[in-house]
């Protein structure tokens, strides 16, 4: 049925088209006609179609024809989500918090599937009733997709851990992130997450490990024996001067050359420097008052 373009709604947050995109499309449309309506709600909002519906608004059209669903709510929100994934132009943040908002979705329809997945209830199994099993979002998006399992997972953590700096510095960044880089950055802390995204973003460094090399598993550190008061001034005393010495000599062109990796690293050691410093300086002002 064809319905006045004035009366389709379009959700607010829904990614924005690519203009280059809507105008190639117009052009298809001008020379052969509209192939595929567009999809509907029966409250008419928009659910599949989006760059259709632009392009025909840039050739002066005032209705359109549309297939009107009989999704509604969270159903045609997943439906809109699903056609999506189509898109090849789609950052891995972008696609990330697209799998992430239909895991929410998806939950919310079939709660028994974040229980297991396949796994029915007891209450399920012992009812008489039979019911469908459902698969839980992983598997379900999995399939539909064509990918494996974990990699909804992945894509999924890079959405959820990021903070919301990092992802205002991925989108304004000239070249889209890597998945395998945006993966490393979800697993920083907050902190060094943004600013390793700021490097990469700005092409300073080329991965994650540049900013961060991996450790590698082993003891933790256990904290030596308490110092008695000689060993304490000379211990303070010796880090004192290697601090004073290292600054006498230090001249801006060396900092010039200094890698960015080198750069990052070197400031979270003057951080930790500066935290022990101001310790000594609580602790002495504590004992002269």
């Known amino acids: 049925m064809r319905i006045p373009i004035s009366e389709i709604k379009v959700n607010p947050g829904r990614r924005e088209t690519a203009p280059v995109d809507v105008r190639e499309l117009a052009d298809s449309i ?22 259709r519906l632009e392009a025909v608004k840039l050739l002066g059209w005032t209705e359109i024809e549309c297939v009107v669903s009989s999704l509604e ?6 439906a809109e989500i699903d056609e999506n994934f189509v898109r090849s132009d789609l950052t891995p943040l972008e696609f990330g918090e697209l799998l992430l908002r239909r ?8 709660p028994e599937s974040k229980n297991g997945g396949d796994r029915r209830s007891e209450g399920i199994r012992t009812s008489n009733c039979r019911s469908d099993s459902v698969s839980s979002f992983a598997q379900d998006t999995a399939e539909k997709l ?21 992802k205002d510095i ?13 993966l490393a950055l979800s697993r920083l802390a907050p902190g060094p997450q943004a600013e390793a995204a700021a490097l990469l973003a700005a092409g300073e460094i080329q991965s994650v490990e540049e900013y961060a090399p991996p450790v590698r598993a082993g003891p933790v550190p256990q904290p ?12 303070a005393s010796q880090f004192a001067q290697v601090l004073q010495r290292t600054a006498q000599r230090c001249r801006p062109e060396a900092f010039a050359q200094l890698t960015p990796p080198q750069l990052s690293t070197l400031r979270r ?21």
């Open 30 to 51: 001008a020379e052969i006609g509209l192939l595929n309506p567009v999809t509907v709600s029966q409250s008419r909002t928009l659910i599949a179609g989006l760059h």
């Open 73 to 78: 709510g969270l159903r045609a929100e997943l």
């Open 103 to 110: 895991k929410e979705i998806y939950e919310a329809l079939h």
């Open 146 to 166: 064509g990918v494996g399992r974990r990699t909804v997972e992945r894509q999924v953590q890079i959405a959820k851990n990021l903070t919301s700096e990092t």
């Open 170 to 182: 991925l989108r304004e960044a000239d070249m889209p992130v890597t998945r395998k880089q945006a």
């Open 224 to 235: 030596g024996p308490v110092l008695t008061p000689d060993a304490l001034a000379a211990e």
């Open 269 to 289: 050691q003057m951080g930790s420097a500066r935290e022990a410093v101001e310790k000594f300086e609580k602790l002495l002002e504590m004992n002269t008052k």
